[in-house]
Each structure stands twice: as structure tokens, then as C-alpha cells.
Antibody, heavy 118, light 111 residues
Framework: QVQLQESGPGLVKPSETLSLTCSVS????????WSWIRQSPGQGLEWIGY???????NYNPSLKSRVTMSVDTSKKQFSLKLRSVTAADTAVYYC????????????WGQGTLVTVSS | QSVLTQPPSVSGAPGQRVTISCTGS?????????VHWYQQVLGKAPKVLIY???KRPSGVPDRFSGSKSDTSASLAITGLQAEDEADYYC???????????FGGGTKLTVL
């Protein structure tokens, strides 16, 4: 059974870069869309972007200028970098596995709260 | 403002049936993309309830069902139980945005 686990700093200063890693266990990374999704306090879900196992990426247009995703299949990890963060980027960040383009997210990490504050 | 529109809240008494709607447009649900539904209990990660419009993953009770028509979809919950109290989100894909898109979420209260 696939398991995902997010890791990274829980506190980031404004204007700095948020960096998170998702570790995958129990399944191959091949043929899936590895995504990041966030949820601001009391708000709904926002898809940030995906990294296909081959390295292809696609980002939410509203965040595209600040987002970079990468994958290391040998370590079974994929990462998120979000630059120039503000308080509006404070959220619980989830990594999730997408089954196919437009498909559902069948496995999720537990989520990690990232607070942007000085 | 979410691309997919859901009612902010619904409620029902134990044993009753409730439905949650998800309205999209011609570039997402109306374009033929599948709709998926998630349940999020307070403080937990979302869990898929329905995928591919009307399919249930193993372990999800058959009290939960999904349907889709034109530019909208619905999640129905029958035999409402206290444990069903949670937030529910619909999700699809939008071809004009090239994005996965979510509804704004619906809070289900079991009276």
C-alpha cells in the first residue's frame, strides 16, 4: 500500500523560499502524476501542480511564476519549491498521487502546516 | 472563487438522504472529464469517496454514490450517520486551464 510523507520546515520567513519533500513508499513512482495540493486555514483545496515521473511538470497558472517541482525516482522523492512567499502562502501542504491526467488522487500524505511569518 | 461550485453547507438527520451538487462548465465537467469526490474529516487529509463519476474504492460503503449529467455532478449519501459529518469536495479537470480543479467544499452537518 502506497504511503506518502511530507517533510520540511514548518516556518518560513516572508520573501524566502518554501521547500518541501514528499517521500513515497510501498509503490513505484512510474506512470503517476505526483502532485502538491494546499489548503489555507479554513479554506478549500488548491492544486499547486504536478510532476510526472518522467520529469514533465505542469503548474497552477496562479502560482506558476513562483513554483518549481522536481523528482528523484532513485530516492522515491519529489519536491516543491515556492519562492517569494507571503502570509497568503500559509497553508497545510499535501502531496498526493494522481492516477492519470484528470484522474483522482488516490493516495495523500498526512499534510504539513507551513506558516509564513517573520 | 472555485471553478467548480458547491453549496457551502448541507445538513440532515441520522438515517436521511442528502445530496451535494457540483456545478462546472463546458471546459471541465461538460467537456466529459470525470468527477471525483473526497471526504475530509477535521484535521485529516482528504480521502477519495467516489472516482470516475460513480465508482467507489474498496472500503467505501455503498451508502455513498455519485452521478454526473451535462455540466454538473452530485454526491448522494443515504442512511446518514454521525460519522459522515465532514467536508466534501468535488474535483475534475479543466481543459482551458490545463489544471486539476476542486470545488469550494461542502460542510455536512448531521443533526
Amino acid at each position: 500500500q502506497v504511503q506518502l510523507q511530507e517533510s520540511g520546515p514548518g516556518l518560513v520567513k516572508p520573501s524566502e523560499t518554501l521547500s518541501l519533500t514528499c517521500s513515497v513508499s510501498g509503490a513505484s513512482m512510474s506512470s503517476y502524476y505526483w502532485s502538491w495540493i494546499r489548503q489555507s486555514p479554513g479554506q478549500g483545496l488548491e492544486w499547486i501542480g504536478y510532476m510526472y515521473y518522467s520529469g514533465t511538470t505542469n503548474y497552477n497558472p496562479s502560482l506558476k511564476s513562483r513554483v518549481t517541482m522536481s523528482v528523484d525516482t532513485s530516492k522515491k522523492q519529489f519536491s516543491l519549491k515556492l519562492r517569494s512567499v507571503t502570509a497568503a502562502d500559509t497553508a497545510v501542504y499535501y502531496c498526493a498521487r494522481g492516477r492519470w491526467l484528470g484522474g483522482h488522487f488516490d493516495s495523500w500524505g498526512q499534510g504539513t502546516l507551513v506558516t509564513v511569518s517573520s | 472563487q472555485s471553478v467548480l461550485t458547491q453549496p457551502p453547507s448541507v445538513s440532515g438527520a441520522p438515517g436521511q438522504r442528502v445530496t451535494i451538487s457540483c456545478t462546472g462548465s463546458g471546459s471541465n465537467i461538460g467537456a466529459g472529464y470525470d468527477v471525483h469526490w473526497y471526504q475530509q474529516v477535521l484535521g485529516k487529509a482528504p480521502k477519495v469517496l467516489i472516482y470516475g463519476n460513480n465508482k467507489r474504492p474498496s472500503g467505501v460503503p455503498d451508502r455513498f454514490s455519485g452521478s454526473k449529467s451535462d455540466t454538473s455532478a452530485s454526491l448522494a449519501i443515504t442512511g446518514l450517520q454521525a460519522e459522515d459529518e465532514a467536508d466534501y469536495y468535488c474535483q475534475s479537470y479543466d481543459s482551458s486551464l490545463s489544471d486539476w480543479v476542486f470545488g469550494g467544499g461542502t460542510k455536512l452537518t448531521v443533526l
